[in-house]
T-cell receptor
């Protein structure tokens, strides 16, 4: 079945630095990937839709200059948290789908900004 | 916008008991999805429903797509400790591929 790989699974960074998270679809081509953010014991909140070969579409209230998304190929999307601050600490999850299947999720990235 | 109301928010049950949770939406859905999330991991698809009235099973899990197309339920029979986790319902969002998630049901199973 479809598999989505996310890397790294955990990252700790200092305030002011940038962190890149990768999301790969391993056995299918994903023209669209999605990035979610999840706070403890809460639901997933969609941050942006990543479109291969074009600009990402951000949800209302999400700063596009802070959360840079690049969808360089049909199997890879990256989320870069720029100038991270402690309030950016969260669980970030990507998802992807092929034309005829529901969304499959990566295993998430736990970001801790100190 | 679309809203999903999922209940209950949490459940504490004994091993072997059955579990039921449900979701209602403010608008008609043509797809209902049920996911389970283990701690520190991404959600995993349990059951996908595509037709009003559809009843689908996956092992001890059974889910139904409500006739009104505005609700769905998930049942877990004979719960076991590994059923612990957060269960989310989800439906299609406002554009292709987007999902709207319910608030989640935190399930705790006591041995």
């Amino acid at each position: 079945g479809a598999v989505v790989s996310q890397h790294p699974s955990r990252v700790i960074c200092k305030s002011g630095t940038s962190v890149k998270i990768e999301c790969r679809s391993l056995d299918f081509q994903a023209t669209t990937m999605f990035w979610y953010r999840q706070f403890p014991k809460q639901s997933l909140m969609l941050m942006a839709t990543s479109n291969e070969g074009s600009k990402a579409t951000y949800e209302q209230g999400v700063e596009k200059d802070k959360f840079l998304i690049n969808h360089a190929s049909l199997t890879l999307s990256t989320l870069t948290v720029t100038s991270a601050h402690p309030e950016d600490s969260s669980f970030y999850i990507c998802s992807a789908r092929s034309a005829n299947s529901p969304l499959h999720f990566g295993n998430g990235t736990r970001l801790t900004v100190t | 916008g679309q809203q999903l109301n999922q209940s209950p928010q949490s459940m504490f049950i004994q091993e072997g008991e059955d579990v039921s949770m449900n979701c209602t939406s403010s608008s008609i859905f043509n797809t209902w999805l049920w996911y389970k999330q283990d701690p520190g991991e991404g959600p995993v698809l349990l059951i996908a429903l595509y037709k009003a009235g559809e009843l689908t099973s996956n092992g001890r899990l059974t889910a139904q797509f409500g006739i009104t197309r505005k609700d769905s339920f998930l049942n877990i029979s004979a719960s076991i400790p590994s059923d612990v986790g957060i269960y989310f319902c989800a439906g299609p969002g406002t554009s292709y591929g987007k999902l709207t998630f319910g608030q989640g049901t935190i399930l705790t199973v006591h041995p």
